[in-house]
């Protein structure tokens, strides 16, 4: 039996009337009387279910329309048309309930109150969400550890870094225990070291709480080492839905088989791949993807050549996505289906 979706879309719609504008003093007086508009689609008729339990990659080009879904989503924009449901509610109709059941992360703004110490932000948010004393203090004793807040819980949230403020913000989305969590570039402008605590964190509760959790970025490192599913958005229509695998299997291009030798050949070549690289004993070939599969290449090289390591690297997610949209291997308009539904 399927489970019921966390989240359900259906022909969901957004768009603005933005006012024309004619330059000089005519042009303002024909502003004044005309006020003609010009129709902007910001979500153009997408669709998708969301499951408990997923972590999924939301992404797309500045303006796509990714921020313009999550604000409907979390009641902050109401649609032009469509349907949305999260956790069986309409988000702008149910406001109240419905933020009583969802955490959010907006990477550029703060939810903490600027002046108050962090430890002082989280107490109003206990009293905010009436969340039980036991379990306040046991989600903050495991969120401390698991984010390091100890060193910056007496500070002002005005003096704090952009690394530990976000830490502070993460902790403030779920100190309450939502099923679902919205994140918005949260990694936007950390050092590696602050990225890789926060991965390690969305990682553990979408794991161990089964925390649902839907990430836009356009750090696209972070839907790599996260996400099993992504969703591709631009111009406010759903390009693909579907498992990143899938996303590399159509759409990768080239992958690479490097090669250490046990020995020294003249020649390194091989039928169905390019030698891109030698260098000493290591040679580095490329294959297209879907002409030949790894294996099949792998026991070529290994009849011909004495091999002591091989390894196959994938193309980067970001060249993925770039050139998709370069070459445009999904048109807009067509708006996609789930690629590979569970």
């Given at each position: ?23 000089g003093a005519?042009?303002a007086?024909?502003?004044l ?7 902007v ?8 279910d969301?499951q ?11 303006g796509?329309?990714?921020?313009t ?44 109150w ?6 002082e932000?989280l107490?109003?948010l206990?009293?905010?969400?009436r ?28 003096s ?17 225990n939502?099923?679902?969590l919205?994140?918005?570039?949260p990694?936007?402008g ?17 794991r ?15 839907v790599?080492?996260?996400?099993r ?17 899938t ?5 990768g ?6 090669v ?6 003249e ?10 690289e ?9 294959f297209?993807?879907g ?8 026991g ?5 050549y004495r091999i002591?390591d091989?390894?196959v ?8 996505v770039?050139r ?6 999904l048109?807009p ?10």
């Amino acid at each position: 039996m399927t489970k019921p979706a966390l989240i359900h879309v259906e022909k969901l719609y957004k768009h603005f009337k933005i006012l024309k504008h004619h330059r000089g003093a005519l042009g303002a007086l024909r502003n004044l009387v005309t006020r003609k508009y010009n129709l902007v689609r910001a979500v153009d008729g997408i669709s998708f279910d969301i499951q408990p339990g997923e972590l999924v990659g939301y992404i797309g080009p500045n303006g796509a329309g990714k921020s313009t879904t999550i604000k409907m989503l979390t009641g902050l924009l109401v649609p032009s048309g469509g349907e949305i449901r999260v956790n069986g509610r309409v988000p702008w109709q149910e406001r109240r309930a419905h933020v009583a059941r969802i955490g959010v992360v907006f990477g550029q703004r703060t939810t903490l109150w600027w002046d108050l110490p962090v430890i002082e932000s989280l107490a109003l948010l206990q009293y905010i969400y009436r969340i039980p004393a036991a379990r306040f203090r046991q989600n903050m004793a495991e969120f401390r550890q698991m984010l390091d807040l100890d060193p910056f819980l007496d500070t002002p949230v005005r003096s704090l870094s952009l690394g530990q403020r976000m830490r502070a913000d993460i902790c403030a989305a779920l100190i309450h225990n939502p099923p679902l969590l919205f994140l918005d570039e949260p990694t936007i402008g950390l050092d590696v070291v602050a990225r890789d605590r926060i991965r390690q964190f969305i990682r553990h509760i979408n794991r161990e709480r089964n925390t649902t959790v839907i990430l836009t970025t356009h750090d696209l490192s972070d839907v790599e080492k996260l996400c099993r599913r992504v969703m591709i958005i631009d111009h406010g229509q759903l390009l693909f839905d579907g498992q990143l695998d899938t996303l590399r299997n159509r759409f990768g291009g080239q992958r690479e088989l490097i090669v250490d030798l046990a020995m020294e050949y003249e020649r390194v070549d091989v039928e169905g791949a390019q030698v891109v690289e030698r260098d000493g004993l290591r040679v580095t070939y490329r294959f297209a993807r879907g002409e030949v599969t790894a294996s099949e290449l792998i026991g070529r090289l290994s009849a011909r050549y004495r091999i002591l390591d091989l390894q196959v690297r994938e193309p980067e997610i970001e060249d993925t996505v770039r050139r998709i949209y370069q070459e445009r291997l999904l048109e807009p308009g067509q708006n996609a289906r789930r690629a590979d539904p569970a």
